[in-house]
């Protein structure tokens, strides 16, 4: 077959994969299968750049960057909506329309979802552009950005018109929101506020390949077009599923007021069990003769009407404000509130985020509160009620000293955060490194816990990772439930983890703003320590990845003298602070992307040298099996449930001979 050809398949096969997973959530291939056709297929194109093409399935990654959104004209004027609270409201609006209207009028009603408005237009069936909303006449080419959300076609499938417009909401399901402040938070950045926002921040990001990290999603919900051969808006909902678009299915088709108001009163329960946030119900005359016929006023069409869900808000009285310092020192004032119910569970604390936000809201203690449960995950507090304030409450002033070690708090111009700067004398500073050291993707000590380590700090045995090196057995064993046994695993495990690899270690020293892949990438650049520590700045900021703000943290971690006598003591101890010249020598790329899942016993080799091999190599290694795994390693005794479950996902079951042969 001819090249050509050969591209062309792979491009479409790829892009049935894509909607498979990311539009129906039910691939049939496994990702390990996916990655290898796109593998070949990005082979391919590189080398017959002749052949390129803006929507290919590798245009996915991104790396496009861009640096002033261009402004585009809508060719549809993208309107908003009006906006009801109330049945009576919805019944006003009924009673307009059957002035202006014959005949029965049904409705579709569909989820109003939160995130931020984008019009896509589609071109012989090809993604050709996407443009934010803006002030609805204009909006910001961010066709770059958009291409990379995965429930984006770039081709469509069916009987699409030749050319049209799509119209739907960006948004990031709440679990992926989660999981990207778990991994801010990790490295000392402070989380985002919340889903809607960071989804409208990150089309307006200058680098797409920023973008496709993201775990954004597309859903549509009106298509403009002049030969839709559609004559209502539920109709024309199923023609874009048809074509390839997420078009969520709690869209309903209803025939009067009342049933409206039962959908509504339905989501307004259920929306909490939704993956994403929505903000309410959007109602719109399902007939498109009738929409035409009732028309727009001059900012909104009379056929759609917004339903706003109230937010489900408690007042409550605020008892304190207390603060809490964490790893990095960052302090963070929370509200302590009178016990109350909100959305289903009782509230007692809020958080307050900083100085900044205090002072907006004149927030005081005393004060009547409300309190709201948004996309955040804690409650937060959106204002005052002042009909309450007590007469003599007078404001709030932020702590000025550290409430755990009484240091004078800084706070760098440009930042919300409090800081407090006494980085070795600070309990939860001291106890939240060494937790931070020990934990599971650091230095993954066995036998050693978080409350251990703050045992160890309160018991004077330790003030810093260093001197967990120099524990002993008889120390520890006074420890409050502390066996013999016990102890000896924890001496153990410590002593284990001299054998960790340099990045790790890099990584588990704690330094603001260096999380993983950005010790990886230092190890990498570095290969070991002095070299980073007598990097300059400039030098830093030359590394792939390592910014501003990230290479002057790492100026200022190695600049400590006290971390200086710290890392001195680790390299006494035998941790490792520089790649091994063996490890270079093996190291290879070998398995770049694939993930591996490793069960049972092996013959020739250790479970956690042939774990390592895999790493080395490029690989990722997984404890469990999923869609991801690209393949399992097993060894004699292998689970027979875990055995079940790699077939039922087509997963390949490799012996320790076939994993070996990979690397030759
Ligand atoms: P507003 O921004 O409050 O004026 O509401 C209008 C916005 O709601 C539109 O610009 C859309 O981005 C958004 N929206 C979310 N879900 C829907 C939906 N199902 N139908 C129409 N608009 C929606
Ligand atoms: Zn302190």
Redesign the pocket.
């Known amino acids: 077959m001819n090249i050509q050809k050969t591209i062309a398949q792979l491009r479409d096969e790829l892009h049935q994969h894509n909607y498979n997973y990311y539009v129906l959530d039910a691939p049939t291939i496994s990702d390990f299968e996916f990655d290898q056709l796109l593998d070949k297929l990005q082979r391919l194109e590189k080398e017959h750049p002749e052949f390129s093409d803006d929507n290919s399935p590798t245009q996915r990654v991104g790396g496009a960057v861009t640096k002033n959104f261009e402004t585009v004209t809508h060719k549809n004027r ?1 309107y ?2 009006s ?1 009801s609270y109330s049945k009576e409201d919805l019944l006003d609006w009924e009673g307009r329309i059957k002035k202006l209207v014959d005949g029965e009028v049904h409705y579709t009603c ?5 995130g931020a ?1 984008i019009n896509l237009t589609y071109k012989d069936g090809f993604l050709h552009s996407a443009v934010t ?1 803006g002030d609805g006449e204009k909006g910001d080419d961010v066709t770059a950005n958009v291409k990379t959300i995965k429930s984006v076609p770039l081709k469509l499938s069916g009987d699409f018109p030749k050319e049209f417009e799509i ?1 739907g ?1 960006i948004i990031l399901p709440i679990d992926g929101f989660n999981k990207m402040n778990e991994e801010r938070l990790e490295i000392g950045e402070e989380p985002y506020r919340n889903p809607r926002n960071t989804a409208s921040g990150s089309l307006k990001l200058q680098d797409s390949a920023e973008v496709a990290k993201r775990p954004l999603e597309c859903l549509l ?2 298509i403009k077009s002049d030969n839709l051969n559609a004559d209502n808006q539920f109709e024309s909902l199923q023609k874009a599923r048809n074509w390839g678009f997420k078009v969520p299915n709690e869209a309903k088709l209803v025939r009067n007021i009342d049933e409206v108001l039962s959908y509504i009163a339905f989501w307004d329960k259920q929306r909490h069990y939704l993956p994403y946030e929505i903000d309410g119900v ?1 109602v ?1 005359v399902n007939s498109f003769t009738q929409q035409d016929e009732l028309g727009f006023t001059a900012k909104s069409p009379r056929w ?1 009407m ?1 339903y706003k869900f109230k937010s489900e808000q408690v007042s409550t009285l605020l008892n304190a404000i207390t603060y809490q310092v964490g790893r990095t020192g960052a302090i963070t004032p929370v509200a302590n509130l009178e016990p109350v119910e909100l959305a289903g569970t009782i509230v007692k604390r809020a958080s307050l985020h900083n100085a900044d936000i205090i002072e907006k809201l004149d927030v005081r203690v005393g004060d009547s509160v409300f309190v709201e449960k948004g996309g955040e995950i804690i409650p937060k507090i959106i204002a005052v009620d002042f009909t309450k304030r007590l007469p003599n409450s007078s404001p709030t002033q932020y702590l000025t000293h550290c409430p755990e070690c009484d240091t004078r708090l800084v706070r760098v111009e440009g930042e919300a955060q409090h800081y407090c700067p006494n980085y070795n004398g600070c309990k939860p500073q001291i106890i939240g490194r060494i937790q931070h050291f020990i934990s599971r993707k650091a230095m993954d000590i066995d036998g050693l816990g978080a409350e251990t380590v703050t045992l160890l700090v309160n018991a004077g045995l330790i003030s810093n990772y260093s001197d967990l090196f120099d524990l002993t057995k008889e120390q520890v064993i006074p420890l409050e439930r502390m066996a013999d046994k016990s102890a000896e695993n924890l001496i153990n495990g410590i002593e284990a983890s001299k054998s960790i690899p340099f990045e790790r270690v890099l990584f588990a020293l704690g330094i603001r703003y260096v999380g993983e892949t950005v010790a990886k990438k230092l190890v990498k650049h570095y290969k070991n320590i002095d070299a980073i520590a007598q990097s300059s700045y400039e030098e830093l900021k030359n590394v792939d990845e390592i910014g501003e703000k990230i290479a002057e943290s790492v100026k200022v971690f190695f600049e400590s003298e006290e971390n200086q006598n710290i890392l001195r003591r680790l390299r006494s101890f035998g941790v490792k602070l520089e790649i091994d010249e063996s490890e270079l020598v093996n190291q290879t790329e070998k398995l770049k992307g694939k993930t591996f899942v490793v069960s049972g016993v092996f013959e020739n080799i250790s479970r956690n040298e042939l774990k390592k091999l895999i790493e080395d190599n490029g690989g990722k290694v997984a404890s469990s099996i999923s869609s991801k795994t690209s393949y399992v390693v097993a060894g004699s005794d292998m689970g027979p449930s875990k055995r079940t479950k790699a077939e039922s996902l087509n997963i390949p079951i490799i012996s320790e001979i076939d994993f070996l042969n990979k690397l030759v």
């Open positions: 993208m908003s909506l906006n569909e989820l109003k979802y939160d408005s909303r119209r909401e919900y009106s959007v719109k759609a917004a």
